[in-house]
């Protein structure tokens, strides 16, 4: 599902050159749940947004779903970011002066679908995230956890082979954040999605297949449940 080829990424500040991420090589299979972890300014988050198409990497290669989105023009890679892959954010982003149905149906009225398949779509997501009975609910109606799944929902709309999540349950309480992170593995085994999650919390990354730790714009080590591949900087400069 996404193979990273040794993508670097440089921001240009004014007190200089600052390398986000370094020649990092990555590859995730289809249906694995992927947690990234590593402190506050190690790359995580660009690596994120570069796997996102948010961005472009200074160098390297991101392949995803067969396609090489950076070589993509903004054009294409907005539409292949609104019918490929579903983006999940720490801050849920739902538009306030929408209903939950609205929400979640939002892509598909941008990509011009039928009211009747989505209507048939939006249902279908409602049950799946467990919100029956909540489409004329607003955001400000609903809980932490609930718009968490309403925004989940919304990135499930175009069937996207790809979820990415930033923090989903940075802003929820223990209970709801288990919630979400079941609903994140199920995803996973039961459709085949393929997800990766940025997350601070230890406890949540153990829910993942792979957990990936990221520092100082280094991929450092790599532990797959049932075996650990690790690597450090100085292997990778050797």
């Known amino acids: 599902m996404i193979t990273v080829s040794n993508v670097s990424k440089v921001y240009s500040l004014e007190s200089g050159d600052f390398h986000a991420l370094k020649d990092n090589h990555l590859h995730v299979r289809k249906g694995e749940f992927v947690a990234i972890m590593g402190p506050s300014g190690s790359g995580k988050s660009t690596l994120l947004q570069l796997l996102g198409g948010l961005d472009l990497p200074t160098s390297g290669h991101i392949v995803v779903d067969g396609v090489e989105i950076n070589t993509l023009?903004?054009?294409?890679?907005?539409?292949?970011r609104r019918t490929k892959?579903?983006?999940?954010?720490?801050?849920?982003?739902?538009?306030?002066m929408?209903?939950?149905?609205?929400?979640i149906g939002l892509s598909l009225h941008a990509n011009h679908?039928?009211?009747?398949?989505?209507?048939?779509?939006?249902?279908?997501?409602?049950?799946?995230v467990n919100l029956q009975g909540k489409e004329l609910a607003f955001p400000s109606q609903l809980s932490g956890g609930q718009q968490q799944r309403v925004a989940i929902a919304r990135?499930?709309?175009m069937k996207p082979g790809l979820l990415l999540a930033d923090e989903p349950t940075g802003n929820l309480d223990q209970r709801n954040g288990e919630d979400i992170l079941r609903l994140l593995s199920k995803l996973c085994k039961e459709e085949q999605i393929t997800v990766v999650m940025v997350t601070h919390d230890r406890?949540?990354?153990e829910v993942a297949d792979r957990i990936i730790q990221v520092r100082d714009g280094f991929i450092v080590e790599d532990n797959h449940k049932g075996g650990t591949r690790h690597e450090t900087v100085e292997n990778r400069m050797a």
């Open 203 to 205: 406890q949540a990354a």
């Open 73 to 80: 023009d903004e054009k294409e890679r907005t539409l292949f």
């Open 85 to 96: 892959i579903g983006f999940v954010f720490q801050n849920y982003q739902l538009l306030p």
């Open 113 to 128: 679908a039928p009211k009747a398949k989505i209507k048939s779509v939006v249902k279908q997501l409602l049950s799946d």
């Open 98 to 103: 929408m209903t939950v149905e609205e929400n």
């Open 155 to 157: 990135a499930l709309a």
